[in-house]
């Protein structure tokens, strides 16, 4: 593949003026947006498009998240970009390093020229009578600190990679007594840049991927950090030093190396998931068998590590060279399994009778889901609800023409599902363009299909907010499923054009 694309057929500012009609308007400048822009300009290099991003920088989720720690949750090499090798040795990456791979990819392709940054999308109007999208948005200046103002953007396509979180507004519950706590209460997600945890007593509550990669950080130098859970998760030692990727590197070219890499991680993960998938009590005992390496013999794995549901009915928690479990062998970490009865002035009391001191409280209590960035949605004036209607091949909302959106597995990283969605949205747009159609939609029509939640996920965020995304069908196309391989064989065969409405105004 090569490492170049062609240039912007239309100098940016141009293509940014009010008046303006773009071809693609990619929202969100994190991995899928760079990710689908790169796509759209290898297979439409004459398209002209805008990404517009809410926040002062690129990378989304790595940008907003600054909490010590902060770290990929599945490996590096299949979260990266399958057209931009991944360079540093980490299984298990860094988020800045992260953040500063999206930066670099998006200047060497020339990317970051058609971003608009603190861009907020409102509203995307369809008017059947054109074809056109007309994006309603608060723009606040290059800066984000100038007087906002809202102006419109038109486009022929719109793509939402804007993730499946509220950024602003994190789950945090409510806990009894927390007014009268006299220390600091913090969420990952707005993480203070100057917090001082030095020396202090830190409680962190939760048991997710953000508690098990912010706990060994903290744990450097607080002065006692607790992991405070209602219930265990599985967590996972992923091993940083790599073998097999060191010798591909030696023998292969950069881009054959990262492709023979990222082929062997996806099919280890593949593996690793059907394998607990299809014998949950085998995949119980040989994870529970990786903690009891790590602890003591007499340590309470059965209370603090063992999970009431089946592997994978919740996403894994990886952490990297057990560093988890060395915090708590050293006694810088303390694994407490417990419900909150209230906070008090001095910490929390516990409905077993316990107090923890703590001088910070982190309520690494989880994400709240919102589909499309709380966009409002609307065709011909009447709006779209995104959770009444069926997803198509994973990307196209049943009945909304030219609108695609990226969401990845929960079984596998991110990044393999939104690239797939980058190159079948791209081959999409070059069809359309090819033979002059103006629009595009999956159609149910009069047939009937029983519908199921788009994750197959037991988390807490997944089942407190049944309705902020699209329905899975039950059978075909209309079915999302988690199955990289399954998924990669139907877009390598299938046709761009199968199961849609195409016409032109």
Not at 107 to 136: G, M, N, P, Q, Y
Request: aromatic share 10%; hydrophobic share 35%.
């Amino acid at each position: 593949m090569t490492d170049e694309i062609p240039p912007p057929t239309r100098d940016a500012e141009e293509a940014g003026a009010a008046d303006a009609m773009l071809d693609v308007i990619i929202i969100g400048a994190g991995l899928s947006g760079i990710d689908c822009a790169y796509r759209l300009r290898e297979q439409n290099p004459d398209a002209d498009y805008l990404i517009l991003e809410r926040r002062t920088g690129i990378g989304g989720t790595w940008d907003l998240f600054r909490y010590p720690g902060v770290r990929s949750d599945s490996d590096i090499y299949t979260l990266s970009y399958p057209f931009e090798p991944w360079r540093k040795p980490q299984a298990l990456a860094d988020g800045t390093d992260i953040r500063h791979y999206i930066e670099h990819t998006a200047r060497k392709f020339r990317i970051d020229e058609r971003i608009r940054f603190s861009h907020k999308v409102i509203s995307a109007d369809w008017d059947s009578a054109t074809d056109t999208w007309t994006l309603t948005v608060e723009d606040g200046g290059e800066s984000g600190t100038d007087t906002s103002r809202t102006r419109t953007y038109r486009s022929r396509f719109v793509v939402f990679a804007t993730g499946y979180y509220d950024y602003d507004n994190p789950h945090t519950p409510r806990f009894a007594g927390s007014d009268e706590f006299t220390g600091q209460i913090v969420h990952p997600q707005h993480w203070p840049e100057n917090l001082d945890y030095a020396g202090k007593n830190v409680v962190v509550i939760g048991s997710g991927a953000t508690a098990v990669s912010l706990i060994p950080a903290l744990a450097r130098t607080a002065g006692q950090v607790t992991m405070l859970q209602r219930s265990p998760s599985y967590i996972f030692s992923s091993k940083q030093k790599q073998y097999f990727a060191p010798i591909a590197r030696k023998v292969l070219s950069a881009n054959a190396a990262h492709q023979v890499i990222r082929t062997r991680y996806a099919l280890q993960t593949s593996a690793l998931v059907h394998l607990t998938h299809r014998f949950p009590r085998l995949g119980r005992k040989l994870l529970l068998s990786s903690v009891t390496s790590n602890l003591p013999d007499d340590y309470p794995i059965d209370v603090h590590f063992t999970p009431t549901y089946n592997p994978w009915d919740q996403r894994m928690c990886m952490v990297p060279d057990a560093d988890l479990f060395d915090a708590i062998n050293s006694g810088a970490v303390e694994m407490v399994t417990d419900h909150i009865d209230r906070f008090d002035a001095d910490g929390i009391a516990l409905t077993s009778g316990r107090h923890l001191d703590a001088d910070i409280i982190v309520t690494a209590t989880g994400l709240q889901l919102l589909g499309f960035g709380g966009t409002r949605i609307r065709v011909d004036g009447a709006e779209v609800k995104p959770h009444d209607r069926f997803v198509f091949k994973s990307h196209l909302l049943e009945d909304v023409p030219n609108l695609a959106w990226s969401v990845g597995y929960t079984n596998a990283s991110w990044t393999l599902r939104a690239d797939m969605t980058a190159r079948s949205v791209s081959a999409l747009i070059r069809h359309m363009r090819e033979h002059g159609y103006t629009h595009a939609y999956p159609h149910l029509g009069s047939e009937t299909m029983g519908s199921r939640p788009l994750w197959d996920l037991k988390a807490g965020y997944v089942e407190r907010s049944p309705d902020a995304l699209p329905k899975s069908g039950t059978r075909g196309h209309w079915q999302v499923r988690h199955n990289y391989y399954r998924d990669a064989i139907d877009h390598r065969f299938g046709d761009v054009t199968d199961s849609l409405v195409f016409g032109r105004v």
